[in-house]
């Protein structure tokens, strides 16, 4: 691949965003199943299926949003070497700074000067012609790996007390205090990362993810 490619690899393989975001999915996700399961009614049969609805949903998402990951990192490198070789076949000096600018992030291209971008053009047509197709790098695949991990790890906090403890009652109260523990922690850190008041942050996500919770098991989700 040409070193135009801002392919992810040349990040971390999930960057903190991307993190909090995969566990605020699994975790939204397990607490449909909790919040769906009737205390006055529950058995102990009625919990393992919540249980196991609960693991082998994560585990189903976890798995499509991991390969979700590798496409949009196929799809990103797939847009870096379409660009490239656009640059290389422009026969026009602003037509190939144009593709040049519109290929890097909107904040980096409006700061650039044509003479900077006129560079960057005649770098790009000095670099040799890749071989063959795009190919995802271990990164990616690391990435991949990253995300399942998170969507589908992310459910056994929400779902330990059912396990040891033999009254749903409680379990569900215990449960109930460790996702919106899960909630507030994630939207402090989201927060913090966005540049906003964390603790504001957090108090909304709780809020958020209890109507995200609502709606879905509303719509039977």
């Not at 593709?99 to 003479?115: E, F, G, M, N, R």
């Not at 998170?150 to 906090?157: A, E, G, I, M, N």
Request: charged residues 20%.
């Amino acid at each position: 691949m040409p070193k135009i490619s801002s392919e992810r690899s040349s990040k971390r393989v999930l960057d903190p965003i991307d993190r909090v975001s995969e566990v605020l999915f699994g975790l939204i996700m397990v607490l449909t199943f909790t919040g769906a399961l009737s205390v006055a009614e529950a058995g102990r049969e009625d919990v393992r299926t919540m249980l196991i609805g609960a693991l082998g949903c994560n585990l189903a998402w976890g798995i499509i949003d991991g390969v979700l990951y590798l496409m949009g990192c196929l799809a990103e490198k797939g847009r870096d070497l379409t660009a490239f070789r656009a640059v290389r076949k422009a026969t026009d000096l602003k037509e190939a700074q144009r593709i040049t600018a519109d290929a890097l992030p909107p904040l980096i291209a409006s700061i650039l000067q044509p003479a900077e971008l006129e560079t960057m053009s005649r770098r790009l047509r000095e670099l040799p012609e890749p071989r063959g197709h795009v190919r995802l790098r271990r990164e990616a695949w690391l990435g991949a790996a990253g995300v399942f991990v998170l969507v589908f790890f992310s459910t056994f906090p929400v779902v330990i007390p059912f396990i040891f403890m033999r009254n749903a009652g409680p379990a569900l109260r215990v449960s109930n205090a460790i996702a919106i523990v899960m909630l507030f922690l994630m939207g402090y850190a989201f927060g913090g990362m966005t540049g906003r008041h964390p603790w504001l942050v957090g108090i909304s996500m709780v809020i958020l993810g209890s109507i995200l919770v609502s709606i879905t098991i509303a719509l039977g989700g």
